[in-house]
């Protein structure tokens, strides 16, 4: 049975996250809907990660089996086609071997979070950023990330509900930067690991917000890291401004 590498971009926002749901509308959900108007069901997918509700996915990766022998462009045509009109799109597509596993096959994740911190609302990008009245400090924000980077414990940044073996995990990079957009200017956190916590990304942003804003030192993020205590998180950021950005294989299917 051919197995077939998808490349997934969504917005997030109608969603009730990617995994599928008996009673709600989820990303999973309508990509098996239309796989089985290409060929009968039922269908089961896996991704590279479960996204929640409101968030969205540049370059998620999932995995399906098909019997038929699709060319992979014509299957994403076909596929797109039948997701019309939601919001989502597949932006890739290639043949696998059958033991190559959308998650456990990827050797990394990266995550974009977005923020516009300005007085007037986003109109254009509203439900796509984390829109904040106020100007951040971005050096003291850096200042309290470097205190998340590495192999630590992040049992504070971790949703009570994560079903992970073990909440030690090594953050590669964290970075931040203020970028030029046509809608002005964001402030744009990344974030590279070879797997997340639930909900770790969110908690993390939420406590540099903290930081940006004024009300926590930096030093502040060291201190709560170590308490191991989600009491000491700050709040957890919302999830418009978050995207999977792009799932890191050793042999990347789409050849890229």
């Known amino acids: 049975m051919p197995r077939y590498a998808l490349r997934v971009e969504y917005h997030g926002g109608m969603f009730a996250g990617w995994q599928r749901q008996a009673d709600q509308v989820t990303v999973q959900g309508e990509i098996e809907r239309a796989l089985a108007r290409l060929e009968p069901g039922p269908h089961t997918i896996a991704a590279a990660g479960r996204t929640d509700a409101g968030v969205h996915a540049l370059g998620q990766v999932a995995h399906c089996d098909l019997a038929r022998d699709w060319e992979p462009f014509r299957l994403s045509e076909a596929l797109n086609y039948h997701l019309r009109p939601l919001p989502v799109a597949i932006t890739a597509c290639a043949r696998v071997e059958g033991d190559w596993h959308a998650r456990f096959s990827a050797t990394g994740r990266r995550y974009l979070y977005r923020i516009v911190a300005r007085r007037a609302p986003p109109a254009i990008e ?111 950021a919302p999830p418009d401004g978050l995207y999977l950005a792009r799932v890191i294989y050793a042999d990347d299917p789409f050849g890229e």
């Open 126 to 236: 509203a439900g796509r950023v984390w829109h904040l009245r106020r100007a951040l400090d971005l050096a003291a924000m850096r200042a309290g990330a470097a205190h998340l980077a590495g192999h630590h414990d992040f049992t504070t940044f971790r949703a009570s509900i994560c079903q992970a073996k073990s909440p030690v995990k090594t953050l590669d990079a964290v970075g931040m930067a203020e970028v030029e957009t046509p809608t002005g200017p964001e402030i744009h956190l990344r974030f590279a690991a070879r797997s997340f916590l639930h909900n770790q990304v969110r908690s993390m942003v939420g406590t540099l917000e903290r930081v940006g804003a004024g009300a926590w030192p930096p030093d502040r993020v060291r201190d709560a890291r170590e308490a191991r205590d989600r009491a000491a998180c700050g709040p957890v």
